[in-house]
């Protein structure tokens, strides 16, 4: 069998690597719709076995082929961000920044502001415990691409959650029964 139609056209030449200063687990890259003003970006999450992690953004710079973290643009996150992803159709914002959501032991949600003063801002924290004692960790989330408002996460409480990411509200929430849920996506 001619196996030329496989081939990998990747080679030294248009590739780029990143040596991170820890071990990465998660990572996100940014639509092409929200790289059109600025270089493309791409959050990376490590995984540390400690409460205190880090989420970097980094941006491409097409002169030099490197990827360079921003250091205004890096933030602590509690525990290993289990999921990182850019919101799917910046345009339907209205606005000119980049929203980032982590998961971990909650939804949080960052706006990446990359203007002539980078700077990142907590938006929101979304909890659906019942309890400030406990908070069962989030194993994945996925963002609605149709309805954009709407992020589905998974928990390891074999819980799956619709949130509205605009009223900070639960619109409902499933429990799964017979076994863990691992991970939410469209299908």
């Not at 980094?58 to 250091?71: A, G, I, R, W, Y």
């Not at 691409?145 to 409902?172: A, H, L, N």
Request: aromatic share 8%; net charge negative.
């Amino acid at each position: 069998m001619d196996n030329s139609t496989h081939e990998s056209h990747l080679g030294p030449e248009n590739s780029v690597t990143y040596d991170s200063p820890y071990p990465l687990y998660a990572m996100a890259f940014a639509p092409a719709a929200s790289t059109r003003q600025h270089h493309p970006k791409i959050a990376v999450g490590s995984f540390i076995e400690e409460f205190s992690n880090r989420v970097d953004i980094l941006s491409f710079d097409p002169d030099t082929l490197t990827l360079k973290p921003n250091p205004s643009l890096s933030f602590d996150h509690p525990y290993p961000p289990t999921k990182l992803m850019f919101h799917p159709n910046p345009n339907t914002l209205h606005k000119s920044h980049d929203i980032l959501a982590s998961s971990g032991d909650y939804l949080r949600l960052w706006e990446v502001k990359d203007s002539s003063v980078d700077r990142l801002e907590p938006i929101s924290v979304l909890n659906n415990s019942k309890t400030s004692e406990f908070c069962a960790p989030l194993t994945s989330f996925d963002w609605n691409e149709i309805e954009p408002r709407r992020i589905g996460t998974s928990s390891i409480d074999t819980t799956c959650t619709i949130w509205d990411i605009e009223k900070g509200v639960v619109e409902t929430q499933l429990i799964a029964q017979g076994g863990l849920r691992h991970r939410v996506g469209r299908g």
